[in-house]
């Protein structure tokens, strides 16, 4: 399905043995995940099952009660931030963008911040990484508070991507969005995974997603987490996995899922 | 010539620079990039640019042509500029600007005071509508949990003055009119001035980011939907609230900075605290009290109507609430200083 999936090398994120626990209510309970170089992963589960949760431990944003996150070879927290701005980028599910700041300033923070490009070259890369994402050279100029919220999704996606990380972890990132520009987002992952060869890390609960963008799907379910590829997962005994991916909703997805690559 | 290594976002400028010379020498020219063993977007871009220069890129790697051909495939328009505007025009429509908001501003807090008096009037004529538990929360708010600040603002501010006062009198050995001094000033002036900058600042702030988060959040949206009056409900309560709250933080401000110049004294003039409150009593009339405590209320008045307005006045995002906050709170301790000014003048000329 995807030209830069190698499944037989080393993974390039690797998480082991993850407990999170907040009071006494356990989330995660030893969850192991590991993330191959080029493939697109979609995180699903029900409401509250941690999936925001797993995402920040995942970016060391949340460090977990127990366990360790491996990034490209380095556990997660002893990687300095100039190094970690590089490897990862996050789309977070509100966007994230600076208010401050114009859609192209916010695309060349990071630049600014970590590299010695002239500023000429950062606005060069800064319009291409724009046009990448979908948006047109005018919207630069705009503030995040003037942008619809498919704008916002594809400016914080063209922010995300400014240092050319090499994993993509997008949270929720076709939530709030009418059907069409959802279509357009899922279409501009593939994009991306392909073009750029990125690595890309899905929290959604949106099936279509699932269905069309992901090459395999880790679902949070009774504090495990079960990883295996969509047509797969469709044969899961389990019953909320079975119940989400037969549900209507689910049939649906599938259905455009066959249209758009003829397989099924 | 040859690129080998990591082309990306670090090393880009140091290959623009290497092959800058290069450039320039010869015509037609072809870079071998086989050994490139990476590749980012601002290195492909790179590439691109010099695809653009006819520079010929042979020994392309398969996965680095599907890069090239997507950053090929796109426009790379550069990006707008903002329309440039000369300095001194800038300075002309900021002041117009400015001037036009605070014409804007002024009608509006007249409007809100027009609608703040006319649903008094209307919860005063039918006292049901009157919310006693939402004043009593706001009374507990803006005045009990606000006693310790206040009070220890005012014994502060009796210090300030003593000290100042037994400076400056010594010389003419009047060092005694200290305790004129203070009592005078904080009965009139310091107490309920003190206490209302504070409670536009504490309480004011609070307002505003309590109606502007509802108001961000459709909370207001929802109430008049209900077909409940946002201004009776939201802004009755903190009104009469801060009305009452005032005048109360005032006597409490006053005793406390009488409490500050009794220390003052007993420390600097060695006057006993009986002493002290003799000297007081001959100092000061019961209008002197009269006199701040009346300002106390029409002071609470303003500042919780222009809180209540830049509440209502915040627009979807959160910065909003930030921006109408600072606002309020701006233009409430204006209105004080205003106020009391002219509070000064009337009472000047009505011999008070």
């Known amino acids: ?264 | 010539m040859a690129l080998e290594g990591v082309l990306d976002i670090r090393s880009v400028e140091q290959a623009r620079d290497a092959l800058g010379l290069w450039l320039k020498q010869r015509k037609a020219r072809a870079l071998d990039v086989h050994k490139l063993s990476g590749l980012d977007t601002p290195g492909a871009l790179f590439l691109c640019e010099l695809r653009d220069k006819n520079v010929e890129l042979t020994g392309v790697k398969p996965e680095h042509g599907v890069l090239l051909d997507l950053m090929g495939g796109l426009e790379r328009k550069p990006l707008s500029k903002p329309k440039a505007i000369s300095r001194w025009r800038d300075v002309v429509i900021r002041i117009g600007k400015g001037v036009d908001d605070m014409g804007h501003d002024t009608l509006d807090v007249i409007t809100f005071i027009g609608r703040v008096v006319s649903t008094l009037a209307y919860v005063v004529m039918h006292p049901s509508r009157l919310r006693p538990a939402s004043i009593s929360r706001q009374i507990a708010e803006t005045g009990i949990n606000a006693l310790p600040i206040v009070g220890l603002m005012a014994i502060m501010i009796a210090v300030v003055i003593g000290y100042q006062g037994v400076a400056q009198l010594r010389p003419y050995g009047g060092e005694d009119f200290t305790i004129n001094l203070v009592a005078v000033s904080v009965l009139r002036e310091m107490g309920v001035l003190i206490t209302a900058i504070m409670v536009a600042g504490r309480s004011g702030a609070a307002f505003t980011a309590e109606i502007g988060v509802m108001k961000a959040r459709e909370e207001i949206d929802a109430l008049e939907v209900m077909g409940l009056d946002p201004m009776e409900l939201l802004v009755m309560p903190r009104l009469i609230g801060l009305v009452i709250t005032l005048p109360l933080l005032t006597l409490f401000a006053d005793v406390m900075g009488l409490f500050g110049g009794a220390m003052i004294s007993h420390s600097l003039l060695h006057v006993a605290p009986l002493q002290y409150l003799d000297r007081v009593r001959e100092a000061v009339e019961t209008r002197d009290l009269f006199v701040g405590l009346i300002k106390a209320p029409i002071f609470a008045f303003f500042i919780s109507v222009v809180a209540c307005m830049h509440g209502l006045r915040v627009r979807g995002s959160a910065e909003s609430v930030g921006r109408e906050t600072t606002r309020a709170v701006v233009k409430a301790i204006f209105l004080v200083i205003i106020l009391d000014a002219l509070f000064s003048v009337l009472f000047e000329k009505l011999g008070l």
Do not use: Y
């Open chain 1, 1 to 264: 399905m995807n030209a830069h999936h190698r499944p037989s090398s080393e993974p390039i994120l690797s998480a082991t043995g993850i407990v999170n626990r907040f009071g006494k209510q356990v989330v995660h309970d030893n969850i192991s995940l590991d993330v191959q170089a080029g493939e697109v992963l979609g995180i699903a589960g029900g409401s509250g099952t941690g999936k925001s949760v797993l995402l920040r431990t995942l970016t060391g944003l949340h460090r977990p009660n127990s366990g360790k996150v491996v990034l490209n070879g380095k556990p997660v927290e002893s990687i300095g931030p100039a190094e970690k701005a590089s490897m990862i980028g996050v789309l977070f599910q509100q966007g994230a963008l600076f208010s401050s700041l114009s859609v192209a300033q916010n695309v060349m923070l990071p630049m600014r911040e970590h590299t010695q490009l002239p500023v000429a070259e950062q606005e060069k890369i800064a319009a291409v990484k724009l046009e990448l994402t979908g948006l047109s050279a005018d919207s630069a100029l705009k503030f995040p508070s003037q942008l619809s919220g498919g704008m916002i999704k594809r400016a914080a996606l063209a922010r995300a991507l400014a240092l050319d990380p090499r994993i993509l972890f997008l949270d929720e990132p076709t939530s709030d969005l009418d059907p069409l520009t959802a279509s357009g987002i899922d279409a501009l992952i593939r994009q991306l995974n392909q073009g750029l060869g990125v690595t890309v890390v899905i929290v959604t609960h949106d099936l279509t997603t699932l269905f069309n963008v992901c090459d395999r799907v880790a679902m949070l379910v009774d504090k495990k987490i079960i990883v295996d590829t969509v047509d797969k997962l469709m044969h899961s005994k389990h019953p909320w996995i079975h119940d989400l991916l037969h549900s209507p909703r689910a049939e649906g997805a599938m259905h455009a899922r066959k249209s758009s690559h003829g397989i099924g």
